[in-house]
């Protein structure tokens, strides 16, 4: 279900509402900062698979 640009609006109207324009800055950092780590945590674990499964590959084509 996309949000619709009258969506966006009431949250961010609501949002500065309750933490105000100054806090909205550091909440907006703070939230990408946790984007960013899920992002390599979840890429790490992706690369760490895909070496799993080339070994065992490895491991059958040598048999």
Not at 11 to 28: D, M, Q, R, Y
Not at 44 to 61: I, P, S, T, W
Request: without cysteine; glycine residues 10%; charged residues 35%.
């Amino acid at each position: 279900m996309p949000i619709g640009i009258g969506s966006l609006l009431l949250i961010v109207f609501v949002a500065l509402l309750i933490f105000g324009p100054k806090k909205l800055p550091e909440l907006g950092k703070a939230a990408g900062n946790t984007l960013r780590e899920f992002k390599h945590a979840t890429k790490g674990l992706a690369d760490d698979e895909d070496e799993v499964v080339k070994k065992e590959v490895k491991k059958e084509e040598v048999k």
